[in-house]
């Protein structure tokens, strides 16, 4: 055993025995439950960050615990391949996408095996592969023979300059990234996918998972079920008997409109400005806005009048129609019934335009003012309709259900539900990605490519310019012949959103090579026990998957309807932040490896400056890790300074996994000196620690009281393993080791090797390198075999239980002392103790005796007089 810990020592020599055993190939043939645990599979992006480093150790700590729990576990790993980054830095380097993706993918999964994770890489997947993305393609053609893929067309970013669509995250401001040119919106036909057709099972189901409250929230939003009325407004227009649909969760305030709004995509909105230029300037404005519900929901609030009329279907008032960029033509009908007493936007709306508010709801006993008019609207239950003719004096629930009637009985409207879900829209104008399987043809339309002839391959070759997706002028990939009629076909060069690659990988490891998309061990292994990944896949990651399972569900590809029975969101990694900022407070950002930092006696930072040139900067805000802000630390830097068990003590020691961790130089020094201390111990006490032929000595009460306190930490490290509170245990395991040290010159070593050996236990999922060397070098191994497997550590609850209790000892009921004496002593012996005591003696004098009273592991009463 070498004397001085040397991290890549000890973790090489552990790392080359882990791979020469093949040590985490596991199959689906085993007698023990199956436990399947996945991290998001990561974007390759050049080199792993802090987030990866600590998103695998918390799964990888998992897997080690619950192999050791006797669980045959599963923990996989693969990339997700395609996307813009790829192309962007193919741009700037001049390089395919393909060869900088398999360039870092393979410089990240060395530095995965440096830390030390135990994934089965047989199991390896990278979406961009043709052997994975052919099932994307063959998937995607089932839906479209069930009508689960349809074509529609929708709104992109267009860039006139370089004739290419753009995505949201390249539109600056309005305009594009490169071009600096203003974006316009043109429609495109695209494929959906009936996402909306599963939107009650999506929600209902979410009723089934373990996952944290708030992600299960988030999802509920963005389905988002409303309950209202859609119901018409008459008008008559170009000689035709016409309704104006809109849709309102607050029927019972029908007889508060002044006005309705429509949205600018509206066919209304379009047939009037025919007539009215004015109307046509202000739609062509409002397309310069963003697209997305988010930014119509921040934008300022805009209209015009029409000056086109409807009728109110009750009260038979004339209502004037505005066009408006609030109202979003993808929500219900693309037209709202303006409310402006009792709703947020329509008075901010009527405010701004000087329009009629007219109040229909009160609450009794409180006052209308418009400062207040938000009280109104939020608490439903309590309303009762006012100004609203026949329909004055009821609440809520009964107004709608009496305005809905009426609206039925001239048949002009009726309850609905509506949700705001709405159908995935997978085609992207991009080259890096999978190949939408549609051939077209000049005489058969869009074709689907025959299943025969799968996968449509993508070129690897490629490098694009920025100007448009290459695929498009690529003659190798665009020729080909249509499957109906021969004659020569063009290729969609449109492809799939990357969303679609992630919705099932983790069903793919299941069955890497099979020949069919999933077989039977999916199911064997899936649904994933325990999912893990960032907050920022809570929404849309997550719903796409889950849509994807039940679609695989319900054509009986595999047998379960959800992807994950729990979900762990990991917190953030948080850095300090340092920077300077020049005169026209343009802030350039400092690494944190290149600042000195002064702290004040309390050890807080008070100041920092650059090591380059000695002078101050600022000290930012605590942040997340991120290029942006320069913030980040590379693992590869810690790896090498302190080795890899280090930084992962260090990760699952600073939080507990939910929580946001800030990185700390003190705190990795701290995990840095721990491992040492543990070292140097084994190393110094070889000799005891490895003699396996003592007997454990149950009655020397040094060797008991060191194995209550042992046996206690483990106790409560058990229960924090189960709960993944993985901080507490590193806690744990620091006070086993002080207790280790402060006992071991007067504990047996028989005693000494069953609390190391425990020791080294709890901390293997987190260290996995060291413990396996002391393990080995200690000769625990050839007890009790490979720490890799070896069987978790019990509680000894006989070990629990002190040998000695104290007793409290009263005198005719008053306190006067208190008695050490055996847990299991006789009445006889504790009357004779008590009685001995000096307290007694000094209390009793000149008295006698009368009667003993004990109360079991409490108290010695002795009644005297
Ligand atoms: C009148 C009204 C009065 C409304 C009131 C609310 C409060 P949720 O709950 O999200 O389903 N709305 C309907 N279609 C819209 C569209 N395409 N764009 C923007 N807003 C639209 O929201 C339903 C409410 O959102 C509807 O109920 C409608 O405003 C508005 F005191 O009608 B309400
Ligand atoms: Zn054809």
């Known amino acids: 055993m070498q004397e001085k810990y040397v991290p890549a020592d000890v973790e090489a020599a552990a790392q080359s025995h882990w791979q020469a055993i093949d040590a985490y190939k596991i199959n689906e043939c085993s007698e023990k439950p199956k436990f399947y645990c996945v991290s998001m599979l990561p974007y390759p992006s050049g080199k792993l960050h802090m987030g990866h480093v600590r998103n695998y150790t918390i799964n990888d700590v998992m897997y080690r615990h619950l192999r050791m729990r006797g669980y045959n576990v599963l923990m996989p790993m693969g990339w997700d391949a395609f996307g813009m980054p790829a192309e962007n830095a193919a741009m700037a380097n001049g390089v395919p996408p393909a060869q900088w993706t398999y360039e870092n993918i393979a410089y990240m999964k060395k530095q995965m095996n440096a830390m030390g994770f135990a994934i089965d890489w047989s199991r390896e997947l990278a979406t961009c592969k043709p052997e994975y993305y052919k099932w994307n393609q063959w998937f995607f053609l089932k839906m479209l023979e069930k009508g689960l893929v349809y074509l529609k067309t929708g709104i992109v970013n267009w860039d006139p300059v370089d004739q290419t669509v753009l995505s949201n995250e390249q539109v600056i401001d309005g305009r594009g990234w490169r071009s600096g040119v203003l974006v316009e919106k043109r429609e495109i036909p695209m494929y959906y996918m009936r996402i909306t057709d599963y939107a ?464 700390s130089e003190s705190g990795v020094d701290g995990a840095s000196r721990f491992l040492r201390r543990l070292w140097n111990f084994g190393q110094s006490n070889a000799t005891l620690l490895s003699a396996t032929d003592v007997y454990i000595d149950t009655t020397n009460p040094t060797d008991q009281s060191l194995r209550r306190k042992i046996h206690t930490l483990l106790k409560q490290a058990n229960y924090d393993y189960q709960r993944a509170q993985y901080n507490t245990v590193v806690s744990a395991a620091m006070k086993m080791l002080n207790a280790i040290e402060n006992d071991h010159r007067t504990s047996g070593a028989g005693v000494m090797r069953e609390c190391y050996g425990i020791l080294l236990r709890i901390l293997y999922p987190m260290v996995p390198h060291i413990t396996h060397g002391l393990w080995t070098a200690l000769g625990y191994d050839r007890q009790s075999g490979e720490l890799l497997d070896t069987t978790w550590p019990e509680v000894d609850t006989s070990a629990l239980i002190q040998a000695e209790i104290e007793l409290i000892l009263q005198v005719n009921g008053k306190v006067r002392g208190s008695l050490k004496i055996a847990r299991d002593a006789s009445r006889q012996s504790i009357e004779q103790a008590a009685l001995g005591h000096e307290m007694t003696i000094k209390f009793s004098k000149g008295m006698t005796q009368k009667k003993v009273i004990i109360v079991p592991g409490r108290l010695v009463n002795l009644v005297i007089s």
């Open 200 to 663: 009650d099972d999506l929600l209902q189901d979410l009723n089934k998972l373990d996952w944290p409250e708030r992600v299960k929230v988030m999802q509920q939003n963005w389905i988002g079920k409303s309950f209202g009325v859609t119901f018409g407004f008459p008008y008559t227009l170009d000689g035709e008997q016409k309704l104006l649909y809109v849709f309102t969760t607050r029927a019972d305030t029908i007889m508060g409109v002044t006005f309705c709004v429509i949205s600018t995509e509206h066919p209304l909105a379009k047939r009037l400005s025919e007539d009215k230029p004015e109307l046509k300037t202000f739609i062509n404005e409002c397309k310069q806005g963003g697209v997305t519900e988010a930014s119509i929901a921040t934008q300022e609030k805009k209209g015009i009048a029409t000056g086109f009329f409807v009728t109110h279907p009750l009260s038979g008032e004339s209502i004037e129609i505005w066009i408006g960029n609030y109202v979003v033509m993808s929500y219900g009908e693309g037209a709202v019934m303006g409310v402006p007493a009792h709703d947020e936007r329509d008075f901010a709306f009527a405010h701004k335009y000087n329009l009629p508010i007219k109040q229909v709801i009160t609450v009794p006993g409180k006052e209308f003012s418009i400062e207040v008019w938000q009280a109104w609207y939020g608490d439903k239950e309590a309303t009762l309709c006012i100004n609203s003719g026949k329909y004055n004096g009821l609440n809520y629930h009964a107004a709608i259900d009496t305005i809905a009637a009426d609206l039925n009985s001239k048949g002009l409207g009726k309850k609905q539900v509506m949700f705001r879900l709405r159908d995935w829209g997978i085609s992207r104008q991009r080259y890096w990605g999978t190949p939408i399987p549609i051939i077209h043809c000049d005489a058969c339309g869009a074709v689907p490519v025959p299943e025969k002839d799968l996968p449509v391959v993508l070129p690897e070759n490629l490098v694009p310019d920025g100007t448009g997706n290459p695929l498009a002028t690529s003659i190798e990939f665009l020729n080909c012949t249509c499957p109906k009629c021969h004659k020569p076909g063009r290729r969609e060069t449109d492809t799939m959103d990357t969303f679609v690659d992630s919705s099932w990988y983790f069903s793919r490891y299941t069955c890497p090579d099979a020949d069919t998309m999933v077989d039977a061990r999916t199911n064997y292994w899936m649904p994933m026990d325990q999912y893990i990944g960032g907050i920022e896949h809570a929404i849309l990651h997550l719903l796409y998957s889950r849509f994807w399972t039940k679609v695989m569900r319900d054509m009986k590809l595999v047998s379960f309807g959800e992807p994950a029975k729990n979900l762990l969101t990991q917190g953030m990694v948080l850095n300090e932040t340092y920077y300077r900022e020049d005169m026209s407070g343009k802030k350039t950002w400092f690494n944190p490896s290149e600042v000195n930092v002064h702290f004040d006696d309390k050890a807080r930072p008070i100041s920092a400056s650059l090591s380059l040139d000695g002078q101050e900067i600022v000290l930012g805000e605590i942040e997340k890790m991120a290029k942006s802000k320069n913030n980040g630390v590379d693992p590869q830097s810690l790896i090498n300074q302190y080795g890899a068990d280090t930084a992962r003590l260090f990760v699952m020691f600073a939080a507990p996994p939910e929580q946001q961790l800030k990185w």
